[in-house]
């Protein structure tokens, strides 16, 4: 009885260890999709790359990050190349995008907006903040929001890709 009960515990310990390892171990993503980026309330669309490059870490205490870069062939965005490095917490399948840099030793962040994602990483919309040098001007307008979906070939595709990964809570609705 003592040899099968050193056994159990052993057995136990590795399929521990094992589902530990295929829970906690760092899940690596390397993307390019062909996307398109539109305005609610308006016509048309630009086509546009979505670059994913980076690793999800999921941790027992700090629960899932994102590490590594997210670059948008299409969308100006005014961070250097070499400082746009992510490690930011994500919820929910959504996390913020905002870069921390440094210009001539100053300290800067641009905020380009929400990327919400499903499950399985391989479909993305993003919610670009209106980063106008408007005074007062920190609210997104759901009747004009710039989004980007991907992968998506026209607005209707990318309208429909965005139906399906926001929540309702974000309160844009599509015409």
């Known amino acids: 009885m003592n040899s099968f ?3 159990l515990i052993i057995a ?8 530990g390892i295929i829970i906690f171990y760092p899940k690596s993503i390397e993307l390019s999709l062909k996307g398109v980026m539109y305005r609610l309330g308006e016509d048309g669309f630009e086509p546009v790359t979505l670059n994913i490059k980076g690793r999800i870490i999921k941790s027992i205490t700090r629960g899932k990050k994102f590490t590594g870069t997210i670059d948008i062939e299409g969308l100006e965005i005014p961070v250097p190349k070499g ?5 930011v917490p994500f919820a929910h ?3 913020p995008i905002t870069y921390a840099y440094y210009i ?4 800067h962040n641009y905020t380009v907006g929400m990327l919400l994602t499903d499950k399985k990483w391989e479909r993305f919309t993003i919610l670009i903040e209106n980063n106008d040098n408007i005074p007062d001007n920190n609210t997104w307008m759901n009747e004009n929001r ?14 429909s890709l965005s139906k399906q990964l ?7 609705y599509f015409e």
């Open 5 to 7: 009960l050193k056994y």
């Open 93 to 95: 399948s959504s996390l």
């Open 146 to 159: 710039l989004i980007i979906s991907a992968p998506s070939n026209n607005r209707e595709e990318g309208m």
């Open 12 to 19: 136990v310990v590795i399929l521990s260890v094992v589902t």
């Open 83 to 87: 400082q746009r490095y992510l490690e």
């Open 166 to 172: 926001l929540p309702q809570e974000f309160g844009i």
């Open 104 to 107: 001539n030793n100053v300290a």
